[in-house]
């Protein structure tokens, strides 16, 4: 099992032009979304909850596994692993 800090320095080391997922974010950092990843349905689903390009998002919760919390336009959000890896967010 991969501790936290291993997870992080993944996504950080995938990133390009400081653009990563946002589950690479850690407790207490913010970005601005540059864009998301996935099919339409993913797509739909984060633009209603308020994820879209320059979205300023806060991680208020991340501790590697289980759900990510983050807040986006004034609202707390909980997402899945997955679809937090799938927002692209510049640090």
Do not use: W, Y
């Not at 970005?31 to 994820?51: C, D, T, Y």
């Not at 759900?67 to 336009?73: E, S």
């Not at 959000?77 to 692209?88: D, M, P, Q, S, T």
């Amino acid at each position: 099992m991969r501790s936290k800090s291993e997870t992080h320095q993944e996504a950080v080391s995938e990133s390009d032009n400081g653009v990563i997922p946002l589950s690479g974010l850690r407790t207490g950092e913010r970005g601005i979304v540059v864009g998301l990843n996935g099919g339409r349905g993913i797509l739909s689903r984060m633009a209603s909850l308020g994820f879209t390009p320059g979205a300023e998002v806060t991680v208020l919760q991340n501790f590697g596994r289980g759900p990510l919390i983050a807040r986006v336009r004034d609202a707390r959000v909980a997402l899945g692993r997955g679809e937090a890896g799938k927002i692209r967010v510049r640090r």
